[in-house]
């Protein structure tokens, strides 16, 4: 599978963006999807990530409750959107996906990724 993720920019503190992560070359509903994002310096952080039907989603406790993740099967698409944006969600965000059945927070259960959208969030 190939990932074009896109959205970001560049928004205020409390201001809200849209991430959209395009799927091909493969069955999308094969895959566990996921975000991730990674701000300078640090270490790549799992954010959010929805099971193969869309029908369980987990995030990462320092998004809950503004970020949501969402699939869309028949489009091949994965969102996440992001409200209540505070500058400590400054990051390149990326998606990815994995054939495994299941949801996993560790980078390295993800076999495929895209190339990453930048979210800036001044203050």
């Known amino acids: 599978v190939q990932l074009q993720a896109s959205g970001g920019g560049l928004v205020q503190t409390g201001g809200s963006l849209r991430l959209s992560c395009a799927a091909s070359?493969?069955?999308?509903?094969?895959?566990?999807m996921a975000w991730f994002r990674q701000a300078p310096g640090k270490e790549r952080e799992f954010v959010a990530a929805?099971?193969?039907?869309?029908?369980?989603?987990t995030y990462v406790d320092s998004v809950k409750g503004r970020f949501t993740i969402s699939r869309d099967n028949a489009k091949n698409v994965v969102n996440l959107q992001m409200n209540s944006l505070k500058p400590e969600d400054t990051a390149l965000y990326y998606c990815?996906?994995?054939?495994?059945?299941?949801?996993?927070?560790?980078?390295?259960?993800?076999?495929?990724w895209g190339q990453g959208t930048q979210v800036t969030v001044s203050s």
């Open positions: 070359e493969g069955t999308f509903s094969n895959y566990v």
């Open positions: 990815a996906a994995t054939n495994r059945p299941w949801v996993d927070r560790g980078p390295s259960w993800y076999a495929y």
């Open positions: 929805t099971s193969r039907n869309g029908g369980s989603t």
